[in-house]
């Protein structure tokens, strides 16, 4: 009885494309997140109780997302 072939060697490591696109995802929403309390902060011109609401608000819906 033959032996089967021996498998071919691997290449490089590459990472497999769920962890390239979670990583995305995951800059992105950083991205986003920091757009949204810049804006909040720097450029909205609010008073400090409504911008820590905003921002207070805005982090919950990240939190619960």
């Known amino acids: ?9 691997s290449g490089p490591t590459v990472p497999k494309l769920s962890t390239t696109v979670l990583l995305a ?5 950083t991205i986003v997140l920091v757009a949204i309390f810049a804006y909040i902060l720097l450029v909205a011109r609010l008073r400090l109780d409504e911008q820590l ?3 207070g608000l805005t ?3 990240f939190a619960l997302g």
């Not at 009885?1 to 060697?9: G, K, V, Y």
């Open 25 to 29: 995802m995951g800059a992105i929403a």
């Open 53 to 55: 609401w905003w921002t």
């Open 1 to 9: 009885m033959e032996q089967p072939p021996a498998p071919a060697p």
């Open 59 to 61: 982090s919950m819906i």
